[in-house]
């Protein structure tokens, strides 16, 4: 039997920002004759990892030193690298023509695909990973779902304390073992961080969802945020938010963050979506 993470929920009230990250440049990232472009994850090396369609597969790459890679599971349809850790391993989620209930994850490290295999489970994907090697991700059984933490061959679950646990997703997980996510009340999404045993509410001011979808060491959250109807990226460092817009684009979602402060993510921009990244300048310090 897997483990529950439970903990006290403590709601956090915090300052915003509407004006860009100072300090930092956009890039897009797409991969040469792809549809659409995501970029999911970034390691402290500067390596992206991200998606793209191209004819009706879509595939996962990583990106160093401005040179892609494919990365996609044999046989499988679709191939979703969704976050990469220092040494270079990288975790996501497949789906074959014989999966007709959902994918299920993989860790890629040295060059070999190793699945996730959770008993009992209709689902699985991973979200995360950190410099240990511990997995964050989301399951589902027959009886509902969950989100867990996969530490050194311990399944642990992670349920935000008064909530429907079928609807927590964790995304992201530091060096710490701080772990960053989603939950839903009453149709809302809010995002949490989860340290020390307690889960505290990550909150944009103002906005009617918001979801955290990556950490880094200095405790920096990334993620996405609605509000009248629209998305927009976000940062949150040092307690303070800052809002994340590709120039001209109708959608920004924030998605990964390094412990230098880079940022990966996707816009969409004429109903084509693209992926970025936002680099912080050399010369400025963390």
Same mark, same amino acid.
């Given at each position: 039997m897997p483990k529950s993470i439970l903990g006290?929920?403590?709601?956090?009230?915090?300052?915003?920002?509407?004006?860009?990250?100072?300090?930092?440049? &956009? #890039?897009? !990232? +797409? %991969?040469?004759? @792809?549809a659409y472009t995501s970029a999911w994850g970034i390691n402290s090396e500067g390596d992206i990892v991200g998606s793209y369609d191209m004819g009706e597969v879509r595939h996962g790459f990583v990106r160093s030193d401005?040179? &892609? #890679?494919? !990365? +996609? %599971?044999?046989? @499988?349809?679709?191939?979703?690298?969704?976050?990469?850790?220092?040494?270079?391993?990288?975790v996501g989620f497949y789906r074959t023509p014989d999966m007709p209930n959902g994918p299920r994850g993989f860790v890629w490290s040295d060059g070999i695909f190793t699945t996730i295999e959770i008993p009992e489970t209709i689902l699985n994907t991973v979200r995360g990973t950190d410099a240990r090697g511990d997995l964050v991700g989301y399951y589902r059984t027959d009886n509902g779902g969950r989100g867990y933490l996969l530490s050194r061959g311990t399944l642990s679950t992670i349920e935000v304390p008064g909530t429907d646990p079928s609807f927590t997703s964790p995304f992201g997980i530091n060096r710490q073992g701080?772990?960053?996510?989603?939950?839903?009340?009453d149709t809302v999404s809010h995002g949490f961080v989860l340290s020390g045993g307690a889960f505290t509410t990550i909150d944009f001011p103002g906005a009617s969802d918001t979801y955290a979808y990556g950490n880094n060491n200095r405790g920096d959250i990334v993620g996405t945020y609605r509000a009248d109807g629209l998305f927009h990226g976000f940062v949150r460092t040092?307690?303070?938010?800052?809002?994340?817009?590709?120039?001209g684009a109708e959608v920004t979602s924030g998605q990964g963050i390094n412990t230098r402060g880079d940022i990966v993510g996707f816009y969409q921009m004429g109903g084509v979506e693209h992926g970025f990244l936002l680099a912080r300048d050399e010369t400025c310090t963390p």
């Amino acid at each position: 039997m897997p483990k529950s993470i439970l903990g006290v929920v403590l709601p956090v009230i915090l300052g915003a920002s509407a004006v860009p990250v100072l300090g930092a440049t &956009f #890039t897009s !990232i +797409d %991969v040469p004759g @792809a549809a659409y472009t995501s970029a999911w994850g970034i390691n402290s090396e500067g390596d992206i990892v991200g998606s793209y369609d191209m004819g009706e597969v879509r595939h996962g790459f990583v990106r160093s030193d401005g040179i &892609f #890679t494919t !990365i +996609d %599971v044999e046989e @499988a349809t679709s191939t979703v690298p969704w976050g990469i850790n220092p040494q270079g391993d990288i975790v996501g989620f497949y789906r074959t023509p014989d999966m007709p209930n959902g994918p299920r994850g993989f860790v890629w490290s040295d060059g070999i695909f190793t699945t996730i295999e959770i008993p009992e489970t209709i689902l699985n994907t991973v979200r995360g990973t950190d410099a240990r090697g511990d997995l964050v991700g989301y399951y589902r059984t027959d009886n509902g779902g969950r989100g867990y933490l996969l530490s050194r061959g311990t399944l642990s679950t992670i349920e935000v304390p008064g909530t429907d646990p079928s609807f927590t997703s964790p995304f992201g997980i530091n060096r710490q073992g701080d772990i960053v996510g989603t939950y839903v009340v009453d149709t809302v999404s809010h995002g949490f961080v989860l340290s020390g045993g307690a889960f505290t509410t990550i909150d944009f001011p103002g906005a009617s969802d918001t979801y955290a979808y990556g950490n880094n060491n200095r405790g920096d959250i990334v993620g996405t945020y609605r509000a009248d109807g629209l998305f927009h990226g976000f940062v949150r460092t040092h307690g303070t938010f800052t809002t994340i817009d590709f120039p001209g684009a109708e959608v920004t979602s924030g998605q990964g963050i390094n412990t230098r402060g880079d940022i990966v993510g996707f816009y969409q921009m004429g109903g084509v979506e693209h992926g970025f990244l936002l680099a912080r300048d050399e010369t400025c310090t963390p």
